[in-house]
């Protein structure tokens, strides 16, 4: 199982999960499993994407690619939603 989705379910933030995903293709399928764990539990799957659509924007242009065949998720890209909100809804404590 992904690390990052290990701890993720031993409750360590999303927050914590995204700012520790490293920008490389590794990263990008580690953030893609991230992202599937969290629509598969109900998480914040928006808030999630408009954090790294901020904070790493060259995973947020592979992801794009990356989702082609994932419509349910390809199309949560295209939502807006307030950053600092998201930040604090996926658990920044800043």
């Known amino acids: ?7 993720h379910r031993n409750k360590v933030s999303v927050w914590e999960s995204v700012t520790q995903l ?4 590794k990263g990008l399928e580690q953030c893609v ?6 629509q598969t539990e109900k998480g914040p ?3 999630t994407l408009n954090v790294i659509r901020q904070d790493k924007p060259i995973m947020y242009s592979w992801l794009r690619k990356r989702l ?3 419509p349910g998720l390809k199309m949560l890209l295209d939502i807006r939603h307030d ?9 920044y404590e800043g």
């Open 33 to 38: 499993d991230l992202l599937l764990q969290l």
């Open 45 to 47: 799957v928006i808030e």
């Open 22 to 25: 490293p920008e490389s293709h």
């Open 1 to 7: 199982m992904n690390q990052l989705l290990h701890r």
């Open 68 to 70: 082609d065949y994932r």
């Open 83 to 91: 950053y600092e909100l998201a930040r604090r809804v996926i658990g």
